[in-house]
């Protein structure tokens, strides 16, 4: 059974960084689109970052460009968050995708979800 869990979220300060991890049971990073999502209250869910583990594609928010960072090992994906803004406060998800489908990392195509961790940026 594919499971993703993620950790990491937290309250910090306009400026500081964090790092959520995402934890994968059931399978290895080996040849995934791997994807992190956030939902603000009352907003629909957007596309951060996606990634694909074979051939190390990366593709970003514009307004996470340069602060963001996707990487990953053979069971656990992160994302390293910097200069964080109290706009980036919202629940953030990992999700995969069997192969590279870069086309495809968004909340509709991906396959398999985690449930969130949350991510409160005060200014």
């Known amino acids: 059974e594919v499971q993703l869990v993620e950790s990491g979220g937290g309250l910090v300060q306009a400026g500081e960084s964090l790092k959520l991890s995402c934890a994968a049971a059931?399978?290895?990073?080996?040849?995934?689109?791997i994807g992190w999502f956030r939902q603000a209250p009352g907003q629909e869910r957007e596309r951060v970052v996606c990634?694909?583990?074979?051939?190390?594609e990366t593709s970003s928010l514009d307004s996470v460009q340069g602060r963001f960072n996707i990487s990953n090992a053979k069971n656990t994906a992160w994302l390293q968050m910097n200069s964080l803004k109290s706009e980036d406060t919202a629940v953030y998800y990992c999700?995969?995708?069997?192969?590279?489908?870069?086309?495809?990392?968004?909340?509709?195509?991906?396959?398999?979800w985690g449930k969130g961790t949350l991510v409160i940026v005060s200014s």
């Open positions: 990634h694909t583990s074979s051939d190390g």
């Open positions: 999700a995969v995708l069997k192969g590279s489908h870069m086309n495809r990392c968004d909340h509709h195509g991906m396959a398999f």
């Open positions: 059931g399978f290895v990073f080996d040849d995934y689109t």
